[in-house]
């Protein structure tokens, strides 16, 4: 079992409907990271949180310390929002602080 | 600075031959890593430096795998006597510590036939 579990897979939406991919993980953090990878490899990084919400333009990040669960929502989807969303997380005391990463979320926004 | 630059984008080699990846962090960067992507899998963890100390490796990192930082600024990955289960992207991302986040380079994707 991966320890950092993400939900859906596969995600298709039509521009302009609202967005939510799911993350949730089994070990404690320090932090935890959304990212999002296009074709070609090149990886972003949106969020870092450790506690509570952040939101940048249409995208918001929310956090349950005491559930291990963290959403990633956008609003008004685009086409250009078609990417995969990649959850991943830092642990306490890990000395190096490398990522642990879910297996990503594909989302395909139609016009 | 043009963040975190890897060379070559693309790779394809015969099985059995070596190939060796490069990565420049951002140059103020001291911690740099390595993170391995099969298809539709997340990255995974390859090996940690921080300046030019190597301070970590996964298990993953088999005696094929080498990786160097010699002078605390770019690295290299080398694979020796490379196998079809090599073919994976290959991804570099550099920080100042986790409270400032990670930047990634934009891979190296390597083909083994």
């Known amino acids: 079992k991966n320890e950092v579990e993400q939900s859906p897979q596969n995600l298709t939406a039509q521009e302009g409907e609202f967005i939510t991919i799911n993350c949730s993980y089994s070990v404690g953090i320090s932090a935890l990271h959304w990212l999002q990878q296009h074709p070609g490899g090149g990886i972003v990084s949106l969020f870092m949180l450790s506690s509570g919400k952040k939101k940048h333009g249409r995208l918001i990040a929310t956090i349950n310390i005491q559930e291990k669960h963290s959403s990633l929502h956008i609003t008004a989807s685009h086409p250009r929002d078609s990417a995969v969303y990649i959850c991943a997380q830092t642990r306490p005391g890990g000395g190096s602080e490398k990522l642990v990463f879910g297996k990503g979320t594909k989302l395909t926004v139609n016009p | 600075d043009t963040g975190v630059s890897q060379d070559p984008r693309h790779k394809i080699t015969k099985r059995g031959q070596n190939v060796t990846f490069r990565c420049d962090p951002i140059s103020e960067h001291n911690r740099l890593y390595w993170y391995r992507q099969t298809l539709g899998q997340g990255p995974e963890f390859l090996t940690y430096?921080?300046?030019?100390?190597?301070?970590?490796k996964s298990r993953l990192l088999s005696d094929r795998f080498s990786a160097e930082r010699p002078k605390g600024s770019f690295s290299t990955l080398e694979i020796q006597r490379t196998e079809q289960g090599d073919s994976a992207m290959y991804l570099c991302?550099?920080?100042?510590?986790?409270?400032?986040?990670?930047?990634f380079g934009s891979g190296t994707r390597l083909t083994v036939v």
């Open positions: 430096f921080q300046n030019e100390a190597q301070l970590e």
């Open positions: 991302a550099s920080s100042l510590g986790t409270a400032r986040g990670y930047t």
